[in-house]
């Protein structure tokens, strides 16, 4: 099977991708969101949306300061609750109902847990990082960009 090349979205419009660009730059640099929470969120939402590139960049961001351990436990994060602080696990719980919104709506159960584990701004701050995430994903992974992995 050959696989039809795709574009390089980046390249192909860089004001928009500059636009992207921003907004990452705002969340990893702009925020009182711990770096390590940040690269969490954005690998957990790579994994749902299934965006191999997101997962392979994101994964190796993150074993710069968790455990493989930890990482590789990322999806099942909810059955090992000792693993991770209660902010991460309200984080990932909140990053998990927002990238799902078309099938849980936000509730206000999950709103009101997240709610509780950060400050508002936070919040907010949390909320645009998944958001963002959610959107290079819906570039990453319909580009088919490259990963890192090899063989």
Known sequence: MSE???LIWNEVAPQGAKAFYGIHHY???GTDLPNELIHLVFLRVSQINGCAHCIDLH????????????VALV???AEVPHLFPDQYRAALAWAEEVTLVSDTHASDEAYAA???????????DLTITIAAMNAFNRLGAPFRLPVQAKI
Do not use: C, G, N
């Not at 997240?114 to 907010?124: C, H, I, R, Y």
């Open 4 to 6: 039809i090349k795709r």
């Open 27 to 29: 969340i990893t640099t």
């Open 75 to 77: 999806p099942v994060w």
């Open 114 to 124: 997240a709610s509780t584990a950060f400050a508002p701004k936070d919040l907010v």
């Open 59 to 70: 994964t190796r961001d993150l074993l710069k300061t968790m455990p493989f351990e930890k």
